[in-house]
């Protein structure tokens, strides 16, 4: 008998109208990583705003759509703030892949902001690989990690 293979892991996608380029850059990237992208929009030509973007991300995470996701407006600022107005949700700003480790590995946070105005398309993929492949490191930070939820 052989086994059923497993479908990869869901990653949503969501962006207002200044991060859709770098967001269809990084839905490529994970489906070259091997995840499967679930993109909530929108495209460049579609303007959208992030408070907007944002509550699509965390809906797909409460409804079971995806476990984690990615962020993208113009600064990253202004879509992770309004990300973490939703208490499932620990949305990091991320500007190099330092801060991509560290908010996994002492923060767990679930979804990765990005600005597409401050960092490049190369940065901002090693950010999510970094993101992607980095464990919570629980210990000392889960009581505090316990608290945000």
């Known amino acids: 008998?052989?086994?059923?293979?497993?479908?990869?892991?869901?990653?949503?996608?969501?962006?207002?109208?200044?991060?859709?380029?770098?967001?269809?850059?990084?839905?490529?990237?994970?489906?070259?990583?091997?995840?499967?992208?679930?993109?909530?929009?929108?495209?460049?030509?579609?303007?959208?705003?992030?408070?907007?973007?944002?509550?699509?991300?965390?809906?797909?995470?409460?409804?079971?759509?995806?476990?984690?996701?990615?962020?993208?407006?113009?600064?990253?600022?202004?879509?992770?703030?309004?990300a973490n107005r939703h208490r499932h949700v620990r949305a990091a700003l991320c500007h190099d892949v330092t801060g991509a480790r560290l908010c996994r590995e002492h923060n767990d946070a679930n979804v990765l902001a990005l600005g597409e105005r401050l960092i490049g398309a190369e940065v901002a993929k090693e950010c999510l690989a970094t993101f992607l492949s980095t464990e919570f490191a629980g210990g000392r930070h889960a009581p505090r990690v316990a608290k945000l939820g």
């Open 1 to 82: 008998m052989s086994a059923v293979p497993s479908q990869p892991e869901a990653i949503a996608l969501a962006s207002d109208h200044a991060g859709a380029h770098l967001k269809a850059t990084l839905v490529a990237e994970l489906e070259r990583l091997g995840f499967r992208p679930l993109d909530l929009g929108t495209d460049a030509a579609t303007p959208a705003d992030y408070p907007d973007m944002a509550d699509r991300l965390a809906a797909a995470l409460a409804d079971g759509r995806a476990r984690r996701g990615v962020l993208v407006c113009g600064s990253g600022i202004g879509i992770s703030i309004a």
